[in-house]
T-cell receptor
C-alpha cells in the first residue's frame, strides 16, 4: 500500500497493552481538535474529537486528553489490538467559519503480537 | 449512508499536462475540503468549498484550483503538472459551517512522470 510517511515517529506496543500517542499543537487559538487513523491505502478515518472547553473525552476504547496550558493533545487506546496498527494524526482548527484543519506529522503505531 | 467517493483512485500523468479529480461527498454534507498528502510535507490543506463558493484557500500556487457544484460534488484541477505534484489527493466532507468532523475519502494517487 501507499506510504503516508517514510520517517514518522513510531510507537511499538504489545498487543493488549495501552497506547498513548501525543501531539503538540501550535496555535493557542485552536478550539477544536480531531484524532484520525490512517491505514495503508486508505484515507484518514475519524476516531474522536474534542472542543477546547473540555479536558477529556472518552469513546469506545479511546480517550482524548487536552491540555491547553502546554498546547498538548493525547490519544489513549486501551487494550491495543493488531487492527489498531496505523498512522495516527491529530488535527486542529481555529477558524469557526471554515474547515481548514491543520494536521500534525503523524505517529505510526505498531502492535506487536 | 455511502462515504466520500473519490475518482479515479490512481492516475499517471506527464509533466506539463493537466488533471481533474472528482469528489462526491457524503449525502447531506455541504462542505468539501481538499488536501494534498506527501511523505515529506504530510497533509496540507488546499481549499474548501461550501455552497459552491470557495471559503478558504491554503498556500498552494494558482495552478491548483477547484469548484463545487449545486449537488455539493466537487472537482479539483491541477494545470501544468510538475514532478512535485505527485501525491495522494484527499477530499473530505462535513455537514455545515463551523467546527465539524471531516470525513475523508480514500484519495486519488497522482503520479507524475
Amino acid at each position: 500500500g501507499e506510504s503516508v510517511g517514510l520517517h514518522l515517529p513510531t510507537l511499538s506496543v504489545q498487543e493488549g497493552d495501552n497506547s498513548i500517542i501525543n501531539c503538540a499543537y501550535s496555535n493557542s487559538a485552536s478550539d477544536y481538535f480531531i484524532w484520525y487513523k490512517q491505514e495503508s491505502g486508505k484515507g484518514p478515518q475519524f476516531i474522536i474529537d474534542i472542543r477546547s472547553n473540555m479536558d477529556k473525552r472518552q469513546g469506545q476504547r479511546v480517550t482524548v486528553l487536552l491540555n491547553k496550558t502546554v498546547k498538548h493533545l493525547s490519544l489513549q487506546i486501551a487494550a491495543t489490538q493488531p487492527g489498531d496498527s496505523a498512522v495516527y494524526f491529530c488535527a486542529e482548527i481555529a477558524d469557526n467559519y471554515g474547515q481548514n484543519f491543520v494536521f500534525g506529522p503523524g505517529t505510526r503505531l505498531s502492535v506487536l503480537p | 449512508k455511502a462515504g466520500v467517493t473519490q475518482t479515479p483512485r490512481y492516475l499517471i500523468k506527464t509533466r506539463g499536462q493537466q488533471v481533474t479529480l472528482s469528489c462526491s461527498p457524503i449525502s447531506g454534507h455541504r462542505s468539501v475540503s481538499w488536501y494534498q498528502q506527501t511523505p515529506g510535507q504530510g497533509l496540507q490543506f488546499l481549499f474548501e468549498y461550501f455552497s459552491e463558493t470557495q471559503r478558504n484557500k491554503g498556500n498552494f500556487p494558482g495552478r491548483f484550483s477547484g469548484r463545487q457544484f449545486s449537488n455539493s460534488r466537487s472537482e479539483m484541477n491541477v494545470s501544468t503538472l510538475e514532478l512535485g505534484d505527485s501525491a495522494l489527493y484527499l477530499c473530505a466532507s462535513s455537514l455545515e459551517q463551523g467546527n465539524q468532523p471531516q470525513h475523508f475519502g480514500d484519495g486519488t494517487r497522482l503520479s507524475i512522470l
